[in-house]
C-alpha cells in the first residue's frame, strides 16, 4: 500500500466511496460482490447496483451459520428482496466443504485470511461465470471503525449526552469505562508515559510479548524478540507524533494493514481500500465516526458505513452484528495435528504442542503457513 495523505472529497464520503466502486469496476463486463450480509459489503453491493448499468452483478454468499444459528445465505436472500434487489442481482452460494479448492501459492508468504480454500472456491465459481472483478468489503472495520478511549472527543464533538451512551456501548467490552476514564487522565502526563499505559491498557497481553509455545525453539524465542521490539517501537511511534489514546486506538486497529492477494485467477479488490476512498476516510475527525442518534450501538459505531447508503434503505438493515466464531473453529478444524506435517518435520511447529492448542486463530495461522510451505515444496523449492 502506497503512502498516502488524508484529504477531504469535496462532495463528501459517500461520493468518494462511489468514484472508488466506479474506478475498479470500470473494465468489468461481469460484476461480483462477496456479501456476508453485513453492513459493509451491503454498501458495497447498492454501490455496485448504482454504477453497473446494464452490466450482470453476482452476488457470492458462503453458506455459513452465524452463532446464532442463522444461515448465511437465507440472511442475504431476504436482505436482496428486502432491498428490492432480488431480480437486479443473481445470488450463488458457497458451500464451505463442496467448492474447497487450493488458492495460489505466492512467494510472499501465507495467506491469513480466516477461509482461504473456500475463498479460493468462491474465485473458481466467479471465473466460471466470467466474473471481471470481485469486490468485497474487506478494510472497513479496520478503517471506519469507532475507537476506543474517544470520551473526550465525542463530548466535545456531540455533546455530554452522547459521550455517556458512548460510553455505554464502549464499556460492553475491553478495558470498558475504566479505559476511558484512564484516557482522559493520562492526558495530564508526558506522551511517553501516556503511550505506555496506553498499551498497557488496550494490549495487555502485548505488553510483554512472549510467543506461542505451539512455536519450536529457536523460532519461538526469535518470534518473541522480534514481538518485543516491534511493541517497543510502536510506544515510541505513538509519544513522538503525540497522539491521544483515541488516536493510537484507530492507528493500531488499521496498520499495519496486509495486503492479501487474490484467492484464484479473478481480480479481487475493496472499494474501501482504494487511495482514494482512503485519503478521504482519514479525513474524517475520530468524533464523527460516532452518531449518538442511531438505534442501536451496532449502527451508532458503524454510522459512517451507514453514510454511504441511500437512507430509503436504512429500513432493511440489519441492525446487529452477526458473529462466525463456530464457523471459523469449523475452518479451523481442518488441520490435523496429527497427521504428516511440513511445519513440523521441518523444526518450525512443536506437535505436542499443537495438539493441545485450542486457540482459533492460532490454528488457522499454523495451517496457512501448513499450506504455503506445500506448496513451497511443489513448485521445487527444498526446505531444511
Known amino acids: 500500500m502506497r503512502p498516502f495523505a488524508p484529504a477531504a472529497h469535496p462532495q463528501g464520503l459517500r461520493a468518494a466511496f462511489g468514484d472508488s466502486v466506479r474506478a475498479l469496476t470500470a473494465d468489468a463486463e461481469v460484476i461480483g460482490v462477496a456479501l456476508s450480509g453485513g453492513l459493509d459489503s451491503l454498501a458495497v453491493l447498492l454501490h455496485v447496483c448504482e454504477i453497473a ?65 473456500t475463498n479460493a472456491g468462491l474465485s473458481a465459481l466467479a471465473a466460471d461465470l466470467g466474473v471481471g472483478v470481485l469486490l468485497s468489503g474487506v478494510g472497513s472495520d479496520e478503517l471506519l471503525g469507532v475507537p476506543r478511549y474517544a470520551t473526550a472527543e465525542i463530548a466535545h464533538h456531540h455533546g455530554a449526552r452522547a459521550a455517556l451512551r458512548y460510553l455505554r456501548d464502549v464499556g460492553r467490552a475491553g478495558p470498558g469505562v475504566a479505559g476511558e476514564a484512564a484516557a482522559i487522565l493520562a492526558r495530564a502526563f508526558p506522551a ?25 525453539e529457536p523460532y519461538r524465542q526469535h518470534a518473541t524478540d522480534w514481538g518485543r521490539a516491534w ?120 506437535r505436542a504442542r499443537l495438539a493441545k492448542e485450542t486457540d482459533t486463530a492460532m490454528l488457522l495461522a499454523v495451517s496457512a503457513v501448513e499450506q504455503w510451505l506445500i506448496g513451497a515444496e511443489q513448485i521445487g523449492a527444498q526446505l531444511t
Request: neutral net charge; aromatic residues 10%.
Open 231 to 350: 511493541v517497543e517501537r510502536r510506544i515510541a511511534n505513538h509519544a513522538r507524533r503525540q497522539r491521544s489514546w483515541a488516536q493510537a486506538d484507530a492507528f493500531d486497529a488499521f496498520w499495519p494493514h496486509e495486503v492479501i492477494g487474490a484467492a484464484g485467477q479473478v481480480r479481487e479488490a475493496s472499494p474501501f481500500l482504494t487511495e482514494g476512498f482512503l485519503a478521504a476516510a482519514f479525513a474524517v475527525p475520530l468524533a464523527a465516526r460516532y452518531r449518538p442518534d442511531l438505534p442501536t450501538a451496532y449502527w451508532r459505531c458503524k454510522s459512517l458505513v451507514l453514510s454511504l447508503m441511500p437512507d430509503q434503505v436504512l429500513s432493511a438493515l440489519p441492525r446487529q452484528k452477526s458473529y462466525f466464531t463456530a464457523a471459523l473453529a469449523g475452518e479451523a478444524a481442518h488441520l490435523d495435528a496429527s497427521a504428516p506435517l511440513l511445519t513440523v518435520e521441518c523444526g518450525l511447529i512443536d
Open 53 to 117: 448499468g446494464s452490466r450482470p452483478v453476482i452476488a457470492f454468499t458462503g453458506d455459513y451459520q452465524d452463532d446464532r444459528g442463522r444461515s448465511c445465505v437465507a440472511m442475504v436472500r431476504r436482505l436482496l428482496a428486502d432491498l428490492r434487489l432480488g431480480d437486479r442481482v443473481r445470488l450463488v452460494a458457497v458451500d464451505p466443504e463442496r467448492h474447497r479448492a487450493a488458492p495460489p501459492w505466492s512467494p510472499t508468504g501465507p495467506r491469513l485470511d480466516a477461509a482461504p480454500e
Open 192 to 216: 511517553s508515559v501516556s503511550g505506555q499505559a496506553y498499551w498497557a491498557t488496550n494490549w495487555p497481553e502485548w505488553a510483554k510479548p512472549t510467543a506461542s509455545e505451539v512455536l519450536a
